[in-house]
């Protein structure tokens, strides 16, 4: 009787040990790196590591298929380098590799004082971008609403849903949730204890969902731009600030301040006199040479000035708006006509990232309250939340729309311009983070950027643990177009 025992427990740790094989096989195939040089955009080349890691498509299914990570480490000339450094994209669906190889190498290098930087593509970018194939026209003969617009979105975006789907894409599983935790299945494959994060506009929001779900495994955090887990939505109210900041900026010009009193005004009374009547406006064609009947209503103006709030090209806003005022649409209606004539791309990625993320009902509430009385309405939403909510997209709840409570290190960069990721942002943030530092930016737009050398300083003392100085960083000044 105890040998066949004996023979039983033999047998039953011979299965264990090759069910064990099996899992550390499965693990080498879900995970590879190889030495490499990397090359970015200027020719400038950088031994670093590339790899992939296979992960879940959908955690909650689980018989869900792998998908892979791409992923580069470049490793720091420190000796004594710190937790390494993973970036984190914007978007939602910005791909970090290619981020790396363009605007962000010059951060990077210098990043590599303080530690290993790592950049991956998210789960839905990169090699496995899920751009929707087609592109949605807005007409250019009749002025549009909201409404419409919205109508034009849902049609054309189904399409794009459908083809995904058909590919065999479980959609559910695109959520900042997933890619939460892919990041973290990344620190684990690549055997390390602690990292540190770096991320702006909708990779701060990505980097505080990991903070709240991987607090753990997560040393210094800087954010940029803030997107706060609540924050997806934006406010109209933080639009009509900017605009009483731009207006600031204005007067403050004395060529400017003479031909535009108040922007604001100026700008109210073109939407009330567009909203009684429609301007109808020829133009030329650039790549025909014909001429071509644009009409202007009150909601491609909002569309427009929301679009180019708080961003690089900003300085051309006041002027725009004197001349509509003047009576002037010649210049507006043929970059309105580029837009929609250039079709309005959307990603399947971005539709479930931001669908899941959502806003609180009181949120919502807030918008729709804000909207009815705001200059620019809540175009600067558009379409969602109403795309997603046509796609079924779930949502993620409250619980992870709460604000994020921890005692790691945080730095808090905004800009004075931004109009998207407004300081206000970084201010809610930081009430549940007491060993937070916020910086501000003066001037700068959305995001603000760490390329900025006297920003750049900082986020590298920062992530060094050296002392910090909270005095605002002077960016660049806005270059203001010339008012003829």
């Not at 790196?33 to 080349?45: G, L, M, Y």
């Not at 935790?181 to 969902?209: E, F, M, P, T, W």
């Not at 939505?233 to 600030?241: A, F, N, Q, T, V």
Request: proline share 5%; with cysteine; aromatic share 8%.
């Amino acid at each position: 009787m105890n040998r066949k025992i004996n023979l039983l427990i033999v047998i039953f740790l011979m299965l264990l040990h090759v069910q064990g094989v099996r899992a550390q096989e499965n693990e080498v195939a879900r995970f590879s790196i190889e030495q490499f040089k990397f090359k970015a955009e200027n020719e400038d080349e950088i031994k670093a590591e590339k790899g992939v890691l296979f992960v879940p498509e959908n955690r909650n299914n689980s018989k869900s298929r792998l998908i892979p990570i791409n992923f580069v480490r470049f490793k720091s000339f420190s000796k004594n380098a710190g937790s390494p450094i993973v970036y984190l994209a914007g978007g939602p669906g910005g791909s970090g590799i290619q981020v790396a190889r363009g605007s962000y190498h010059s951060l990077f290098k210098p990043l590599l004082e303080v530690a290993d930087v790592i950049v991956f593509d998210q789960r839905g970018t990169g090699e496995q971008d899920m751009s929707c194939p087609d592109k949605i026209f807005l007409p250019t003969d009749r002025p549009t609403s909201r409404d419409e617009v919205i109508e034009i979105f849902i049609n054309g975006s189904m399409k794009c849903k459908e083809y995904w789907e058909n590919k065999g894409y479980d959609l559910s599983g695109y959520t900042t949730v997933e890619s939460a935790h892919d990041v973290d299945d990344l620190r684990k494959a690549l055997g390390i204890k602690k990292i540190s994060l770096i991320g702006s506009s909708y990779g701060s929001h990505y980097a505080l969902a990991i903070l709240k779900l991987h607090e753990s495994s997560i040393d210094r955090v800087v954010i940029a731009g803030i997107e706060g887990l609540n924050h997806t939505l934006k406010l109209p109210s933080s639009y009509d600030r900017y605009l009483d900041d731009l207006n600031n900026l204005v007067q403050s010009d004395s060529m400017l301040s003479a031909k535009i009193p108040n922007l604001k005004e100026m700008l109210n009374a073109v939407l009330q006199q567009l909203e009684k009547e429609s301007k109808r406006v020829i133009i030329v064609d650039k790549k025909s040479g014909e001429n071509i009947e644009v009409v202007v209503g009150k909601f491609e103006v909002q569309l427009l000035i929301s679009s180019l709030s708080g961003r690089r090209s900003m300085g051309i806003i006041p002027g725009m708006i004197y001349n509509l005022h003047q009576g002037n649409f010649t210049e507006f209606a043929t970059m309105i006509y580029g837009l929609k004539r250039k079709g309005l791309s959307l990603s399947a990625m971005l539709v479930m990232m931001d669908g899941a993320s959502g806003a609180s009902k009181t949120r919502l509430k807030q918008i729709n309250k804000e909207a009815k009385k705001s200059l620019l309405g809540k175009v600067m939403n558009y379409p969602f939340p109403e795309v997603s909510n046509a796609w079924g997209v779930p949502n993620l709840g409250n619980t992870y729309r709460t604000p994020v409570k921890s005692n790691r290190p945080v730095l808090i960069i905004s800009g004075t311009m931004d109009a998207r990721t407004p300081i206000i942002n970084g201010e809610e943030t930081a009430k549940m983070l007491p060993n937070s530092i916020q910086l501000i930016v003066k001037y700068a737009y959305h995001p603000p950027s760490f390329s900025n050398k006297n920003t750049q300083e900082r986020v590298i003392n920062f992530l060094k643990g050296q002392p910090f100085s909270t005095l605002p960083v002077e960016g660049p000044k806005i270059n203001f177009k010339t008012i003829d």
